[in-house]
């Protein structure tokens, strides 16, 4: 199965303070149609799973425009410019190019 | 607006067979454009990815499970379901039902239901 390894796997952060995810993949996620198949995934306290950024940097409709996207073949970030209170909860990067999908263990971020 | 709603039963004995259902609303399982997914998460652990059926019935099963799971669509009913046979505590898990847009990401989540593999 394609690995994806997530650091750090928490995070402590000031409000307005910026944080920073990152996701490395055991193999590339570039297809050959020329699109890169990962997604980042927040999962609030309680709640289910919900699609932030697809396909590298584009956030998914309704996504504030704090959250950002970016990297390329195995390396990726995902970044909060401003951390608010309702960004808490455990965000999952994962890939969809190779069958099983898979995800990335979770990194908790909490408030300070 | 999609919602997607699980049900079944919160309590299997172990190596008896785990059935779920999901039923969807503001959208048709009949879509050629998505796929209907279950991904479970055991508690207080990460996300893993069980499969998904197309409305044409093709499916796709992760291969760790792909001995015991069967994903199924009902049109009439505007449903998918999933069996999970010879659970074992390890099965024990939230189960979420999702919408798979192309290419292939999870859109809309259900709530999530959890089911406990005990005696």
């Known amino acids: 199965d394609l690995v994806m390894t997530q650091t750090p796997l928490s995070l402590s952060v000031t409000p307005g303070q910026p944080a920073s995810i990152s996701c490395k993949s055991s193999?590339?996620?570039?297809?050959?149609?020329?699109?890169?198949?990962i997604y980042w995934y927040l999962q609030k306290p309680g709640q289910s799973p919900q699609l932030l950024i697809y396909?590298?940097?584009n956030r998914f409709s309704g996504v504030p425009d704090r959250f950002s996207g970016s990297g390329s073949g195995t390396d990726f970030t995902l970044k909060i410019s401003r951390v608010e209170a309702e960004d808490v909860g455990v965000y999952y990067c994962m890939q969809s190019i190779q069958l099983p999908w898979t995800f990335g263990q979770g990194t908790k971020v909490e408030i300070k | 607006q999609v919602q997607l709603q699980e049900s079944g039963p919160g309590l299997v004995k172990p190596s008896e067979t785990l059935s779920l259902t999901c039923t969807v609303s503001g959208a048709s399982v009949s879509s050629g454009s998505y796929q209907w997914s279950w991904i479970r998460q055991p508690p207080g652990k990460g996300l893993e990815w069980i499969g998904y059926?197309?409305?044409?019935?093709?499916?796709n099963y992760n291969p760790s499970l792909k001995s015991r799971v069967t994903i199924s669509v009902d049109t009439s009913k505007n449903q998918f379901s999933l069996k999970l046979s010879s659970v074992t505590a390890a099965d024990t898990a939230v189960y979420f039902c999702?919408?798979?847009?192309?290419?292939?990401?999870?859109?809309?989540w259900g709530q999530g239901k959890l089911v406990t593999v005990s005696s």
């Open positions: 059926i197309y409305y044409s019935e093709s499916t």
């Open positions: 396909e590298v940097s």
């Open positions: 999702a919408r798979t847009d192309r290419p292939y990401y999870f859109d809309s």
């Open positions: 193999q590339s996620l570039l297809y050959s149609d020329g699109k890169t198949y």
